[in-house]
């Protein structure tokens, strides 16, 4: 049975949910592509924090991003491992350059734009924190080319289908979480 949702508040809950909940799919899904390297990510699971970030705000886009680091972690048996730190400090710079980059509701960017800045934020981010806890390794950087393509390529594909997300949410009038239809 459905809750009635009978406040704003009912509502960005259950949106805030929805979208942490789907989030944790997308990163869980993207462990089955085929990709260079099991460090390679394309970043599906932002689309969800970039929507929470333009339909319900700074704080709200954070939660989602913690609760999906969180999850897709448990899920993947990865928690509180080397790997679980790495996603979230690179989870958490990301969004963080999503925020940045989209101030106030408005951009002088497009979502592809952020998607691809917040794609280099948590590639440059790994790297950094490998960096820092490994020491220096000439052989890792040089992967430093395949991972900014990857970063790239990512971060157009997430931008592209945020933009596509929004474009019908906006069409169809959909408010997510918010207390206006």
């Known amino acids: 049975m459905m809750p009635s949702l009978d ?6 809950i259950l949106t805030m949910a929805m979208l942490a ?11 089955l592509l085929p990709l260079p390297s099991p460090w390679i990510k394309l970043g ?4 969800m924090t970039l929507l929470a970030l333009i339909y319900l705000g700074l704080k709200e886009a954070f939660i989602v991003t913690i609760v999906r680091v969180i999850g897709g972690s448990i899920l993947a048996g990865t928690f509180m491992s080397p790997t679980f730190f790495l996603s979230a400090a690179g989870a958490l710079s990301a969004t ?14 497009s979502l592809v734009g952020i998607c691809v800045a917040s794609a ?8 950094l ?18 991972f900014s393509f990857i970063a790239l390529a ?21 408010a997510l979480g918010t207390d206006g239809n």
């Open 7 to 12: 406040t704003p508040a009912e509502r960005r």
């Open 44 to 47: 599906l699971a932002n689309i």
């Open 21 to 31: 909940a789907l989030a944790i799919v997308l990163h869980r899904m993207e462990a």
């Open 120 to 127: 280099y934020a948590h590639t440059a981010t790994t790297f």
């Open 96 to 109: 963080l350059v999503m925020a940045a980059f989209y101030v106030n509701g408005r951009s002088p960017f």
């Open 129 to 146: 924190c490998v960096y820092a806890f490994l020491g220096p390794m000439p052989g890792f950087l040089k992967l430093i080319p395949l």
């Open 154 to 174: 990512g971060g157009i594909l997430t931008g592209l289908i945020a933009n596509g997300l929004s474009q019908k949410l906006d069409e169809e009038g959909v």
